[in-house]
């Protein structure tokens, strides 16, 4: 079952900030993140492990609440690069399972 | 490392025709997925192999649908019988095996087909 994510677009303009949100029905063991920019492949930004809480990748960083079954991922400060569409994955038996994507668009 | 490369990036097919896509992974990888991706919705898991070996398939994978990945190397997707709905993007993936739940993919760019 893929986890839920909100909101399911934001706007932003350079330097302000947002917060993109995962959640699932299953227990999760991890959160992978991904971005995907208009008519590329999707790039890995960071997995999330349970316990455990990973920066990575520019201003960007995330949270893992496993007691809740959610993740939140952090942009900060936006830049111009920050805008694609951003999913999150869960996985289970070698399986990762996306959601339908958060399209955050950065304005000049 | 030249990344995951996919064949061909565009198809357009009429309907009831067989299609056959080419991916090639990472060449150190050991897995390789496929998945489907349609517009507004995140990519949707088809099937992975574990070398040569074809571990799991959706269960929303029609049997007009199948996949191989002889000698552990490239992967081929073919579709028999396409029908509109299978319009999508299709995308491949690689990987290092590391764990059930943290596995790093590396994605092709994809094959868009277009069924008329």
């Known amino acids: 079952q893929q986890p839920v994510q909100s909101p399911q677009a934001v706007i932003l303009r350079e330097g302000e900030d947002a917060v993109i949100n995962c959640s699932s029905s299953?227990?999760?063991?991890?959160v992978h993140w991904y971005r995907q920019k208009h008519g590329e492949a999707p790039v890995f930004l960071m997995i999330?492990?349970?316990?455990?809480e990973q920066k990575g990748h520019e201003k960007i960083s995330a949270s893992f609440n496993e007691k809740k079954q959610q993740s939140s991922l952090y942009l900060t400060a936006s830049q111009l690069s920050y805008s694609g569409t951003y999913f999150c994955?869960?996985?289970?038996?070698?399986?990762?399972?996306f959601g339908a994507g958060t399209t955050v668009t950065v304005r000049a | 490392d030249t990344g995951v490369s996919q064949d061909p990036r565009h198809k357009i097919t009429k309907r009831g025709q067989n299609v056959t896509f080419r991916c090639d992974p990472i060449?150190?990888?050991?897995?390789l997925y496929w998945y489907r991706q349609t517009l507004g919705q995140g990519p949707e898991f088809l099937t992975y192999?574990?070398?040569?070996?074809?571990?799991?398939k959706s269960r929303l994978l029609s049997d007009r649908f199948s996949a191989e990945r002889p000698k552990g190397s490239f992967s081929t997707l073919e579709i028999q019988r396409t029908e509109q709905g299978d319009s999508a993007m299709y995308l491949c993936?690689?990987?290092?095996?590391?764990?059930?739940?943290?596995?790093?993919?590396?994605f092709g760019s994809g094959t868009q087909l277009s069924v008329l």
């Open positions: 993936a690689s990987s290092l095996e590391l764990s059930a739940t943290n596995e790093k993919l590396f």
């Open positions: 299953k227990a999760l063991y991890s």
């Open positions: 999330l492990l349970k316990g455990g």
């Open positions: 994955g869960t996985a289970f038996d070698y399986k990762l399972s």
């Open positions: 060449s150190e990888h050991n897995r």
């Open positions: 192999f574990q070398n040569e070996a074809q571990l799991e």
